[in-house]
């Protein structure tokens, strides 16, 4: 059983930073694109940030500059550093990844985490 654990939200002020991790395990042969989506009270849920295997980063245009993407492959963790926060950035944040490759070439699709909380105060 493939799982997507999201860690790292909480309470901050406007111009502070969280930091926050999202570790995929079970039997996971290979992971391609991570996505990091956030979603506010009454809203869709929408794309902040993604990284592929290979390196390959994207941004929304509101979180440019402000927060920065990256993964760690050997351990199937990405973390999202978040610093200049503003209010509204406040939300549920919640891992995504496409595609995985697992045990018995398997792959599983379009999984998600349970969302980790960020709420920025003003």
């Known amino acids: 059983q493939v799982q997507l654990v999201e860690s790292g939200g909480g309470l901050v002020q406007a111009g502070g930073s969280l930091q926050l991790s999202c570790t995929a395990s079970?039997?996971?042969?290979?992971?391609?694109?991570m996505v990091w989506y956030r979603q506010a009270p009454a809203n869709k849920r929408d794309f902040v940030a993604s990284?592929?295997?290979?390196?390959?980063?994207k941004y929304a245009d509101s979180v440019k500059g402000r927060f920065t993407i990256s993964r760690d492959s050997a351990k199937n963790t990405m973390f999202l550093q978040m610093d200049s926060l503003k209010i509204e950035d406040t939300g549920g944040y919640y891992c995504?990844?496409?595609?995985?490759?697992?045990?018995?070439?398997?792959?599983?699709?379009?999984?998600w985490g349970q969302g980790t909380q960020v709420t920025v105060s003003s």
């Open positions: 995504n990844v496409p595609s995985m490759l697992v045990a018995r070439g398997i792959h599983e699709r379009d999984l």
């Open positions: 079970g039997s996971i042969l290979h992971i391609d694109a």
């Open positions: 990284i592929t295997s290979g390196g390959g980063i």
